[in-house]
């Protein structure tokens, strides 16, 4: 999961669980936007339909997230962090299979990295715990079906 930048870090509030969802919303914004380059790029279909989906995912998840801040009166951040919108523009130079191996490498290390952070969180607020763990077993999910797509690509 990738950092905050001094921008966002400004509305970060002190406590723990602030912090997890600030940087969890902060990086659910990068993978929107990774997924929304990704179905304009060349690749398999397999490939497409995976940015698709997690697009919708993410959205869905970034929404629930940006609702329990707003019930909570805390500040949202405003978009993704500086390091991912440079991946995505790095990335963006790249097309067809080389694009969407570098694409699907990202995608689970992001998705290993936030899986690990929501494991290891202990949320206070009992609400945030349960969204923490439907959370993990959604991106468990999400990163099977990236290695499913990634062994597929290795193997054609």
Do not use: F
């Not at 523009?89 to 790249?94: G, N, T």
């Not at 570098?102 to 952070?117: P, V």
């Not at 923490?132 to 499913?148: A, P």
């Amino acid at each position: 999961m990738t950092e905050i930048n001094e921008t966002q870090r400004s509305t970060v509030a002190q406590t723990a669980d602030q912090v997890l969802v600030n940087e969890l919303i902060v990086s659910m914004y990068g993978g929107i936007a990774l997924m929304g380059q990704a179905q304009h790029k060349q690749m398999t279909k397999d490939a497409i339909d995976l940015a698709e989906k997690l697009q919708k995912s993410h959205t869905k998840l970034t929404e629930e997230l940006k609702m329990y801040e707003s019930d909570q009166m805390w500040l949202i951040p405003a978009g993704e962090c500086d390091e991912d919108v440079e991946t995505r523009q790095s990335l963006a130079k790249k097309n067809g299979a080389a694009y969407q191996q570098e694409w699907l490498e990202l995608l689970r290390s992001r998705h290993e990295t936030n899986i690990q952070k929501l494991e290891a969180a202990n949320p206070n607020d009992p609400k945030l715990k349960k969204m923490g763990e439907k959370g993990v077993s959604t991106l468990k999910d999400l990163l099977s079906d990236i290695i499913d797509i990634q062994q597929s690509s290795y193997a054609a």
